[in-house]
């Protein structure tokens, strides 16, 4: 009875309690496990994987896939580095655009605002497709084999801007920006020095959105590196030892003997496990660092009543 | 409300534009192209009358950019600069390569053709997604024996007069240009055949030999498939197949070039080849050898020789590669490529053996299995053709380009053959049959000091054509039938196959879909075809 009474006033009876714990637990599970098993069939040995497949008990462990990765050397250090090189300039360039472009859209004394929020809102909408993309990319900005190719075509997110835009909105009162006019502040400065850090919270959740976008990227280093080892990054490098493996197993039947042959120097399973093992752990570690600011963002609002 | 509109306006213009900008940038592309074309056929009269020296021809530096599939290539500095000093000096171009892989060719491939993009060669071939024929027919390539500007002779007469007859006739499409050819082959295994994938060194555990396969057929592997499974236990299944191929081998049909829905079969005579036996496509599922077939392969499923993870379509190719891997098998089925049993033996750790089910054969979807096309985007396509010549006839740069600088990516061992040093062949291995005359190069090693003399050119070469060698299907008048018989046929045809289900009761029911989905109207637009290209040749 007297736990009873130190319940808080809005919290929920018992047993809807105990059923959203066990929702969320299970929701947990759903996420983790996957990764649990990804890291526990980079740790089996190739023979456990032909004779059992994928199981969380495999009948013998082995390093050898990591030893394999390492021993890949220039490939895979490289691409380790571009994936981080592009996705820190990517992130600090892409938040900076978003943060410029939509502060213009958030200012209600801006004229143009509605054309910029129907400008950017509307490639949303309606892309140019493929093909038209690629043209203008590639040879009308010439934007090829190397790392701009990768950065600059992520750097402006339409949706960001929105984003960013209602955040502004919602959590910079505009008497906060005159003031700091009347007190003599110009654009810029009120923008860096005041604007910026009360907009904390929500620079921090776009520039984790571009971060994971940044890092996970992989499409568009296929069309504009093509292959090319000194701009690759890391998620590039594993999406194609996965799909020379799918497109071999897919054309078997047509390329014959061909396919077997090709398959005998693709990468095994674990190695690919290896890769993922390595691609996802930075990224996560990200998570803690930008954690705090995101909990912020999503409290904010209520503060403001 | 003005400016609305206006803004309206505006953006409906920025997006038309940025819509034709595709075409567009095709067409400027294109045109370049052309000009150089008669520039070039003028200053080949000039060289005819003046008969000067070749390298005028070649007086600007160029860069060839060359689309190849199914490398896996990460440093090729080493090889490049001694490829483009040797280059430089032939056909003062460089080369710059890129390495498609077997997972990023198709898309970058066809983005880069329907682009525009600035290479100049793109590996194509019948089953890669910038298919030859049908881009050929949509003008991305260069006609290459065009009668008014023919790149062949002026600058490929070499590489014509090493091709085998019979790659150089499957190369001939319907293309933009006119019928003609519109990209030069690769002379690799370019012959079909199914054969038995035995596993000898169960076999003999057995107690039978190779001989006892050799003279048995489908319709009696019975006991040997028994014994298999009562020596190994019931988790073992004996037979390890491939539906498809299975189906086309004990039948032996053939896959029908331009069905792109699996339902037709041309049928051969298994002890000629070449031998007409009446041609004529037929409705595969129709015929008394299917059903013969498929009530076989349903006694064999029901005794437990078949994995039914093998019937299944999203699981038949991993278990089939995971069961051939790990040796569970007695028979199986192989489309084969001379040399295989050598490969296969040392991957699987037994003994394997290729038992043949006909000699093999030459029909058109294998010899454009791997070509070389000249983009129609490309603004040297003399110099690309000089290349392609040249990389088909001159031995230093094949192997240079296939297995690297001697001394780092290979050596040579007493009888000069070719040993592979694994640390620098992992950073740069190009697909062999990818890349064009694979017989310049100097035998490994493990193939033997007269591999290609001795045993790859003339199994090859002697390989007979099919009677409808140059026939295939266009099937644009009747796709939409097509598509629908595609869905039919991927509900019924794999588990019929695999004898998964009985065919008694399918069978009947699958032909009659098959008949509601218009089957008889592609048979017969499939023979209208044949027929005219028959009263043609």
Known sequence: MAKEKKRRINAVSVPTEI???IAMILFCALCIVPFILVIIISFTSGESI???????????????????AFEMGYVLWRSYFNSFFITVVGTVASVLVCALYSYSLSRKDFKYRNFFTFFSFFTMLFGGGLVPTFV?????????????????????????????????????????????????????????????????????????????????????????????????????????????????????????????????????????????????????????????????????????? | MKQKKLLALLLSAAMVTTMFAGCGAKEETAAPAADTTTETAEATDDAAETAAPEENKFADHVTLKWYLHGSNVSDDAAVLEKVNEYLNEKINADLQPIWGTWGDFDEGATLAINGGDDVDIYFTCSWSADEYNKYAKQGAWVRLDDPSNNLIDQYGSDVWAALPQVLKDGAVTDGAAGTGVYAVPGFKDFGTQNTWDVNVTLLEELGYTLADVESRDFYSFGDLLAAAKEAKGDDFYPLVIEGAVLERMVTNSIIVNGDTAGVLSYYLDPKDVSNDIGSKVVNKFGTDEYAKFANQVREYYLAGYIDPALANGGTANDTLVAQ???????????????????????????????????DPYVDKTATQGAMMAISTASKNPERAMAFLNLLNTDPYLMMLLEYGVEGTHYTLDDNGLVVFNDDARATYSPWRNGMGNITLLTPTADEGVDFFTDTFVPYYTNAKAIPAFGYSFVPTSVENELASLANVQAQYALSIDCGSVDPATALPEFLEKLDANGIQTVVDEANAQLDAYFAAN
Not at chain 1, 51 to 64: A, C, D, R, T
């Open chain 1, 19 to 21: 059923l959203i714990h």
């Open chain 1, 50 to 68: 032909t004779e059992k497949g994928y199981s969380f008990f495999p009948n013998s462990w082995s390093l050898e896939s990591y030893k394999y």
């Open chain 1, 136 to 305: 203008v990319t590639k040879q009308l900005l010439g934007l090829h084999d190397s790392y701009a190719a990768v950065i600059i075509p992520l750097m402006v997110n339409p949706f960001n801007f929105i984003v960013m835009r209602t955040f502004f909105q919602t959590s910079v009162p505009d008497e906060l920006i005159e003031a700091a006019a009347i007190d003599g502040s110009g654009e810029y400065n009120t923008l860096f020095k005041i604007v910026f850090p009360v907009a904390k919270p929500g620079i921090a959740t776009i520039a984790l959105l571009n971060a994971i976008a940044y890092w996970n990227e992989w499409f568009i280093p296929m069309l504009y590196l093509r292959n090319d080892v000194k701009h690759m990054p890391l998620q590039h490098l594993l999406v194609s030892m996965q799909r020379d493996v799918e497109f071999l197993a897919k054309n078997a039947a047509m390329m014959g003997a061909e396919a077997s042959k090709a398959m005998q120097g693709t990468s095994t399973q674990a190695l690919r496990m290896v890769l993922v093992v390595l691609a996802v752990v930075p990224i996560a570690c990200a998570y803690p660092f930008f954690q705090r600011y995101i909990v912020a963002g999503l409290t904010i609002g209520s503060v403001k009543g």
């Open chain 2, 324 to 358: 051939q891997n790990a040796a569970n098998y007695l028979i199986g089925t192989q489309s084969y490529a001379l040399g295989y049993e050598y490969t296969t033996s040392a991957a699987r750790g037994i003994h394997v053996e290729y038992v043949p089910c006909t």
